[in-house]
C-alpha cells in the first residue's frame, strides 16, 4: 500500500461508505463494521457513532487509537459477517481471513484486503450521543487494486454499490480546500 | 409526497448520500448542500457538521428547525450550484427554480423536485466541533419518482452515482432494528 497525504483522507469518508474499524487492546485484534461516520473537519477529523454495544469499543476507548478501513464490494459477504458477530467470542481476522498488517504509527492494524486504510487517534468523545472524534494520522491506499467499488449501507440490510462517477471540479473549484 | 414512518427516516441517510437543508429564517427560505451528515440513533436521530461559514446556519441556529431534502443524480448541477453561492445575495429557490412545498410540522420549506424531505428539530449542538443534533419528527417521499438514484460527494468535486442493489436482508436479519 502507498501512503496518502492527510489532505485527502477525507474524500475516503465524504461519499458515506461502509467501513470497518479495527482495534488492537493489547492482545487482541479486532474489527467491526460502521457505517454511521461524518467527515467533522478537512484536517481530517472524523466523528464515528459506537458506543458499549459494540466489542470493540471497550480497546478503542483505553487505547484511542483505531484504523477506518474501507472495504470494496468484493469483500460485502466479509463486511456483513464481520457486523453480525462479535469480538467477544471470535477471532474475526482469522474467521473472515482477513490479512493484519502493521499501521505506521498506531498499533491497531491495517487490513491487507481493503482498498485504504487511515490510521486515527481518538482526540474527543461525545457522551450523550456515543460520539467518537477521530484524527487521522497516516493514509495507505492500495493503488494496484482493480476493484474500487465501495458499498454504502442503507439500514435495510440492503446496500449500494457505487455506480459511475461525475465530474464536476470546474463548477466546484471554488469551494475545494486548498492542497487537496 | 407520500409520509414514511419515522423508523424508516434513517435509510434516507445512512447510504451518505448530499443532500439539501432548507431553512426559513421567519421571511425567506434558504437552501445549502451538505455531504458532513451521519445518523446517530435509529429514534431517529442524525448529526451534520455545519457553521458560521453556511448563511443558513444564523437561521437552523434561531429557529431550530431544518428540513433535510434528499436529490437524486437529475439535480446534480442544482445541487453543485446551490452549494457554490450564497443565500446572503442570491434567493436559491428562485434561482434554482426549486418548489417549496410547506412541510407539517417544521416552518422550513420541502423540496418539491426531491426524492425525500426529512422535517428535523435541532435538538443539541456540540459546539466545539460545529455538529448540529437533529431529531426528525416528519418523512415525506415522493414515490412515484421514475430517477431515485442519489449521488455521493467525494469532496474533490466529483460525485459517485448509486448503482446496483445488493439484498443481504437474510445475513443482516440479527442486526436490523424493530419496526423497520
Not at 478501513?69 to 474467521?95: E, H, N, Q, W, Y
Not at 487511515?118 to 482493480?146: F, G, M, P
Not at 474500487?148 to 455506480?163: E, K, L, M, N, Y
Request: positive net charge.
Amino acid at each position: 500500500m502507498r501512503q496518502l497525504k492527510l489532505s485527502r483522507a477525507f474524500t475516503l469518508l465524504e461519499p458515506g461508505p461502509v467501513v470497518l474499524v479495527t482495534s488492537r487492546d493489547g492482545r487482541r485484534n479486532n474489527v467491526m463494521t460502521i457505517s454511521w461516520t461524518m467527515v467533522v473537519d478537512f484536517t481530517p477529523l472524523f466523528a464515528i457513532t459506537t458506543g458499549a454495544w459494540n466489542y470493540s469499543f471497550a480497546a478503542l476507548r483505553k487505547t484511542r487509537e483505531c484504523v477506518i478501513a474501507i472495504p470494496t464490494v468484493d469483500l460485502l459477504d466479509k463486511v456483513v459477517g464481520i457486523g453480525t458477530c462479535s469480538g467477544a467470542d471470535t477471532d474475526k481476522f482469522a474467521r473472515f481471513k482477513l490479512t493484519a498488517l502493521p499501521a505506521k504509527i498506531v498499533k491497531a492494524p491495517l487490513i491487507g484486503e481493503c482498498l485504504a486504510n487511515i490510521e486515527c487517534r481518538v482526540v474527543d468523545r461525545v457522551l450523550r450521543h456515543n460520539i467518537v472524534v477521530l484524527e487521522a494520522v497516516a493514509v495507505h491506499v492500495d493503488s494496484a487494486r482493480k476493484e474500487t467499488r465501495t458499498v454504502h449501507a442503507v439500514g435495510d440490510g440492503t446496500f449500494i454499490v457505487d455506480g459511475r462517477r461525475i465530474d464536476r471540479r470546474t463548477m466546484m473549484a471554488s469551494k475545494l480546500p486548498v492542497g487537496l
